[in-house]
């Protein structure tokens, strides 16, 4: 066995403490907006909290939890982020591997209209006019379909069905497979760390998504969760603005900020872990033999 050199042992050790350091900024204000969510609105104010709850108090955690419309909301999160990740799924995987047939006839002009559309839109209004034309309000269908295919997304799928070799999908079509059996079974197979890759950053646009579900309904039982977090932050720090803020509020008005920001970021950071593994794994090894 070879023993490493000196410089490269070093090397390692200085690598080493850059990573800690990246660790330790990228960590700490995750850890001090949870520990702000358990800690006392005098402690906040008096800027005490840094790692650990100072003064702990479930107050705010308390009413948001004994709240029924929470939870409606919070099941709204859930089905609209898994309908729309879905529907965005199968649309973006279908236009992707269109566009990286390269003999494919206007092919050009399918991407120039994808790429159009990441500098221009067709505005708020005009949107909005739209979507309540065609009687989207109010449905799941509003939140969906507007966002169902990310042009950034769609070119990095692009680029990596555009990588697979060519010799597996021809040795499928003798075979017998169809382009949509090719699809299924040769390309998507290959493909589980791109997938998963758009999956989690679908999800996690459609799950922290508040403003189109702001515009587009009206009842408050079909609100997603992020927007019922959005109206608690705005009646507690108006009210302790008001100036007639019982104590109560007032630890809520000090504290919903972090309480918000870790009930919407926990699912997707219990999530994410599983679909880490999928990112740099080697899904091509030994695909294609000489």
């Known amino acids: ?152 997304n769609l070119l990095v799928m692009k680029a990596f069905f555009e990588n697979l070799p060519t010799e597996l999908e021809e040795a499928a079509q003798i075979d017998g497979l169809s382009t949509y059996g090719i699809l299924l079974r040769i390309v998507l197979p290959l493909s589980k760390a791109v997938v998963a890759t758009m999956v989690l950053f679908y999800s996690v646009s459609f799950w922290n998504s508040w403003f189109g579900a702001f515009l587009y309904m009206d009842r408050s039982e079909l609100m997603p969760v992020t927007v019922y977090l959005r109206n608690l932050i705005a009646g507690a720090t108006g009210g302790g603005n008001a100036g007639a803020a019982t104590a109560e509020l007032t630890q809520v008005a000090a504290n919903i900020q972090a309480v918000t920001i870790v009930l919407t970021a926990l699912p997707i950071l219990c999530v994410y872990p599983f679909i880490q593994r999928y990112f740099v794994s080697g899904v091509m090894l030994g695909a294609v033999k000489g």
């Open 1 to 152: 066995m070879v023993r490493p050199s000196r410089s490269y042992r070093v090397f390692q050790g200085v690598n080493g403490v850059i990573l800690s350091l990246v660790v330790v900024v990228t960590l700490y204000p995750f850890l001090n907006i949870v520990a702000r969510s358990f800690s006392g609105e005098r402690q906040i104010r008096a800027g005490e909290v840094t790692l650990w709850p100072k003064g702990f108090d479930l107050t705010t955690y308390e009413i948001v939890f004994k709240d029924s419309m929470f939870w409606r909301n919070y099941g709204n999160t859930v089905l609209y982020t898994v309908v729309s990740t879905a529907i965005a799924m199968v649309l973006t995987t279908c236009y992707a591997y269109v566009l990286s047939k390269k003999h494919l006839k206007g092919r050009g002009l399918l991407v120039g209209i994808a790429v159009f559309t990441m500098f221009f839109t067709g505005g708020l209004i005009p949107n909005y006019v739209l979507i309540t034309s065609l009687g989207l309000k109010n449905t799941i269908w509003a939140l969906a379909l507007p966002n169902a295919i990310s042009v950034f």
